[in-house]
């Protein structure tokens, strides 16, 4: 693969003023290099990938310099620029991805998903993510080439999904250093930083806890409380309460939950009170588990369980249990003009917002069942309930097409268990 770095600098960097003549490059620092810890021949259950690495550096941050020819003359000082900033941190990802793979890490993704179901288990369950803090470099270049050294110093971490959090984080410092023109100093470098964070065992260490846990769990667990399998699902739904959607709306508002996850934030819902929540899948995807906190502050994690990309809906698991749920309206569909009420966390930090509107339209657009209403929801309320007068569910939120212009749709709650193959029992 081609380094962002030499191969292609003249897009990646932007050279400073003031050439100097140089004979000889800068000598590098000094790196402690360690051996990375295989996985090969260990039997993990667990799988991993890579997120895109983040930069810290900015544009116009001094990252070395860059000399030219046989003799290494004319030494530039170098600046990071705006296309070196878009290109470093996915250049990095690919080249720890593929070492992972080189050392027997088992990489998420090889999982049977169809055109419109997603299969869960493919999904990683930890991540490996970094910061690229730092960038030096002292080379000298030829087409295709570069000879002298390069520094990559990067914050790595490793989250675990399943328990929301990272489990273990350190900095690395890669060094690479060459007297003759290759080309791949900067890859080196980042196989370097990655080796050096690989090489402390508490990142193997975690790995196999996870799978000691997974099996403890397994054992313990009654097959009756087991999250459900793939194929038709039926749950035992909640009663309606008395009195309508405002009399009741703090018992309705605690049925709903902020879900957050390693790409974003959104709101779902308890449909049971076995712990099944209804989201989004797009609030989810690529997750295995999310967090989500109550409307009393609580916290947990939920396991995502199902998924139907197509319908933009999925159903997750959590340990709690037996607390409030939603009723799920079934029968006559709602009439337009009817008074609706949205549950969801606006901007991801409005907790259980509760707004108000009617129901504008049931249509079909691009082929797809919507409910639009001018009920207000906005970013992070997406995977809430659209509730009728009687505080029944009749849709899921997904989106609106402008803030403030009261265009909001809604999967209609009957697709989306149609989608995820629910069955509800009275």
Not at 13 to 30: C, E, I, S
Not at 79 to 93: C, D, Q, T, W
């Amino acid at each position: 693969m081609t380094s962002p770095l030499h191969a292609t600098w003249p897009v990646a960097l932007a050279f400073a003023a003031g050439a100097t003549a140089a004979a000889d490059l800068p000598p590098p620092p000094k790196v402690e290099t360690r051996q990375a810890i295989s996985a090969q021949g260990v039997d993990l259950k667990v799988t991993l990938s890579v997120d895109k690495i983040k930069v810290s550096i900015l544009q116009g941050d001094d990252i070395g310099g860059n000399a030219f020819g046989w003799f290494c003359a004319n030494r530039q000082p170098l600046i990071a620029n705006e296309n070196f900033l878009k290109a470093a941190g996915n250049y990095v990802s690919i080249t720890a991805t593929q070492e992972l793979k080189r050392l027997g890490y088992p990489l998420a993704g090889k999982g049977k998903a169809t055109a419109f179901d997603v299969d869960v288990s493919a999904a990683p369950d930890f991540r490996i993510g970094g910061i690229l803090t730092e960038l030096k470099q002292e080379i000298c270049t030829e087409p295709g080439k570069a000879e002298g050294w390069a520094l990559y110093k990067i914050d790595w971490a490793l989250f675990s999904e399943k328990k929301q959090k990272v489990v273990y984080h350190a900095t690395g410092e890669g060094l690479s250093f060459s007297k003759e023109k290759i080309p791949d100093l900067h890859r080196r470098a980042i196989l370097a930083s990655l080796g050096n964070f690989l090489s402390a065992p508490q990142v193997l260490e975690a790995l196999k806890a996870n799978d000691a846990e997974t099996a403890a769990t397994a054992a313990a667990t009654p097959a009756s409380s087991a999250a459900p399998a793939a194929g038709t699902v039926t749950l035992k739904g909640a009663a309606v309460a008395s009195g309508g959607a405002p009399k009741n709306q703090a018992q309705l508002r605690n049925a709903v939950v902020t879900l957050e996850t390693a790409s974003g934030s959104g709101s779902a819902f308890f449909i049971d009170r076995d712990g099944h929540l209804l989201t989004n899948a797009h609030v989810v995807r690529g997750a295995k588990y999310a967090r989500i906190k109550l409307q009393n502050g609580d916290k947990a994690v939920a396991e995502v369980v199902k998924v139907n990309e197509q319908a933009d809906v999925a159903l997750l698991k959590t340990a709690l249990t037996d607390g409030d749920a939603l009723a799920l309206r079934s029968g006559p569909t709602l009439e337009v003009g009817s008074d609706v009420y949205a549950i969801g966390s606006p901007l991801g930090v409005l907790n259980n917002s509760m707004t108000r509107g009617v129901l504008s339209a049931d249509r079909v657009l691009r082929g797809k069942r919507v409910l639009q209403s001018d009920a207000a929801v906005t970013f992070g309320s997406s995977g809430g309930p659209l509730l009728d007068a009687d505080g029944r569910v009749i849709a899921i939120t997904q989106g609106g097409v402008e803030a403030g212009k009261g265009f909001n749709f809604f999967i209609p709650i009957d697709v989306a268990l149609t989608a995820l193959e629910i069955s509800v029992s009275p």
